[in-house]
């Protein structure tokens, strides 16, 4: 079945970057957009930003203009978030989610720890 | 760009009907009929429940329904049932051209 198969937890410092993975499979690849959605511990869901991977055009949210960047890479049906400057606030589950308006089908979830 | 106001909590007997709001404004929620919901079980990725202010995508239960009027979109649950109990959000389209969550629900069965 169509899938997103999330890269492994991550452990960082304060002021590092982080660069998730979500590898589409069993779908073509460029149909959907792909959004990014963060939970912080205990916390609501929240937006950061998606990726047209026809064009590579992206939208980031306000909050995370200049620290945020979504890329792809056709070869391998991958889609890639990299946050920057990491502050303990940035400790959450990052999901990658597909589709346009509405996500129908969500990874699983990458944790990122942000710890001294 | 503001989180969508969703109540924090909701409940009701099983059997029991209840509603979910989701209030934003004429920039998000009133303006466009791209408002979504989701279903989040403790642990586990959302679930789309509700695309398009009202299309429940195959394999929903028909007893999620959702509508809108004015800035505030709703999501219903008829017939509530034990395995409905689980965190709901709302999402928007906005005129940012970007999208915002609602503020989250949690939904228990008495």
């Known amino acids: 079945q169509v899938q997103l198969v999330q890269s492994g937890a991550e452990v960082k410092k304060p002021g590092a970057s982080v660069k998730v993975s979500c590898k589409a499979s069993r779908y073509t690849f460029t149909i959907n957009y792909m959004h990014w959605v963060r939970q912080a511990p205990g916390q609501g869901l929240e937006w950061m930003g998606l990726?047209?991977?026809?064009?590579?055009?992206?939208k980031y949210a306000q909050k995370f203009q200049g620290r945020v960047t979504m890329t792809t890479d056709t070869s391998t049906s991958t889609f890639y978030m990299d946050l920057s400057s990491l502050r303990y606030e940035d400790t959450a589950v990052y999901y990658c989610?597909?589709?346009?308006?509405?996500?129908?089908?969500w990874g699983l979830g990458t944790v990122v720890s942000v710890s001294p | 760009q503001s989180a969508l106001t969703q109540p924090a909590s909701v409940s009701g007997s099983p059997g029991q009907s209840i509603t979910i709001s989701c209030t934003g404004t004429s920039s998000d929620v009133g303006g466009y009929n791209y408002v979504s919901w989701y279903q989040q079980e403790p642990g586990k990725a959302p679930k789309l429940m509700i695309s398009e202010v009202s299309i429940r995508p195959s394999g929903v239960s028909h007893r999620f329904s959702g509508s809108k009027s004015g800035n505030t979109a709703s999501l219903t649950i008829s017939g509530l049932q034990a395995e409905d109990e689980a965190d709901y959000y709302c999402?928007?389209?906005?005129?940012?051209?970007?999208?915002?969550f609602g503020t989250g629900t949690k939904v228990t069965v008495l």
């Open positions: 990726i047209n991977p026809n064009t590579g055009n992206t």
């Open positions: 989610a597909r589709g346009a308006d509405a996500s129908d089908i």
């Open positions: 999402c928007s389209y906005t005129s940012s051209n970007t999208y915002v």
